[in-house]
């Protein structure tokens, strides 16, 4: 058994002021990294796109390659039934209005309004334009967001241009973020793998790509965030009896935690240091309910988040794993980005890293309990 702890947003900027994991306390993150392994890896990105992406890169150590990966748009679109081999030119888009300037972020963009009229042009353009399907993106609160998929990349701009005259007309701007072919693959996961728990939207749906099973909590949703007793409750009731189950197979299960990152984008410091005791005390679990086993237990960040900024920044971020039974080490390795730095002479590549935690399962698998 594999179990996967994925962090959004775990790490930071680091070489100069401390960071989040360097403030707080983390005995069971520090048990992993000593008696295991920590170093830093850059995650992949889509092609032109400049920062790692959640969806993106957690899918990749299971088998969804981001050449392969829709994106949003494909994946909220995917969400929403539509079929993009029949519709493969797909784009996510906003409306905003014509006096706010894009550079302050678009998440600063002020609320819509007269949504109705704008439903209204959207249902006129599907009309007009029979080769093309729009859906509401689920990715903003403020309601100016959407998905759209075309049968050709000339539809596609046509169907965009038409809009922007439109909305025109009413003092307002559509943003196309990046318009994308969608190339299929059969693509899978090497062996049986688990989604416990607790994502919603396109990461599960990139999950889904690769044939990862779903079993989470219909209760508690991803948006239920900062809900530590809830989720704690679940994990300890509902997930680890299944992993405990399956303890002795040849396969994965994975727990994804978003509070890390949102608790950087959204609000403190002393937020993201909860964040990383609820995190601790999940693998706390993790260790007191499942030693001895032949479990594997791997650590992944996605990507740096600083605190109180909404992007994501490219940049290392760190991998760890270990096998669970090996005991105490000689030594407290305190799971850092500066330690994971000094241990990687070399920041590798996501790819490397998918490789090595491939050659660490297999070197695992069938083999005695130390």
């Known amino acids: 058994m594999n179990l996967y702890f994925l962090l959004d947003g775990l790490t930071e900027s680091f070489g100069n002021e ?30 032109y796109v400049p920062n790692p992406e959640t969806y993106v890169v957690f899918p990749y150590f299971f088998g969804l390659d981001p050449n392969h990966n829709p994106g949003r748009a494909g994946l909220e679109l995917m969400r929403a039934g539509i079929d993009l081999q029949k519709f493969s030119s797909v784009a996510l888009f906003r409306i905003i209005e014509k006096n706010y300037d894009p550079m302050k972020g678009w998440d ?26 729009t859906t509401k993106s689920n990715i903003s609160r403020k309601g100016n967001c959407w998905c759209v998929a075309s049968q050709g ?33 059969n693509l899978s996961t090497i062996r049986p793998t688990t989604l416990y728990g607790w994502a919603v939207g396109s990461l599960v749906e990139a999950f889904n790509l690769v044939g990862v099973s779903i079993s989470q909590n219909p209760d508690i949703l991803e948006n239920d965030l ?73 650590v992944l960040s996605d990507h740096q988040s600083n605190i109180g900024i909404e992007r994501t920044y490219r940049g290392p971020t760190i991998y760890s794993y270990t096998r669970m039974g090996v ?44």
């Open 108 to 133: 600063k963009a002020p609320r819509l309004i007269g949504e109705e009229h704008l439903s209204n042009v959207l249902d006129s353009l599907s009309q007009e334009f029979p080769h093309t399907k």
């Open 327 to 370: 005991g105490k080490s000689r030594i407290n390795l305190t799971f850092s980005e500066d330690n994971a730095a000094i241990l990687t002479p070399r920041v590798k590549t996501q790819q490397e890293v998918i490789a090595e935690i491939e050659s660490f399962i297999k070197s695992t698998t069938n083999q005695p309990q130390p």
């Open 153 to 185: 990349k000339e539809g596609l701009e046509d169907y965009l241009n038409k809009l922007q005259f439109l909305v025109s007309k009413r003092d307002l701007n559509v943003y196309p973020v990046l318009l994308q072919d969608y190339s299929p693959a």
């Open 226 to 298: 900062f809900q530590y007793d809830t989720k704690m409750k679940d994990f300890t009731d509902r997930v680890l009896p299944c992993i405990a189950g399956d303890s002795e197979r040849d396969c994965s299960a994975i727990v994804y935690v978003k509070e890390s990152s949102e608790a950087s984008r959204k609000k403190t410091r002393d937020d993201k240091v909860k964040s990383l005791k609820f995190i601790d005390d999940l693998i706390g679990e993790t260790f007191r309910n499942l030693e001895p086993s032949h479990a594997n237990l791997i």
């Open 18 to 47: 401390p960071t989040t994991l360097d403030i707080a306390s983390h005995q069971y993150l520090d048990r992993i990294s000593s008696t295991g392994k920590i170093g830093l890896y850059e995650p992949s990105t889509r092609p």
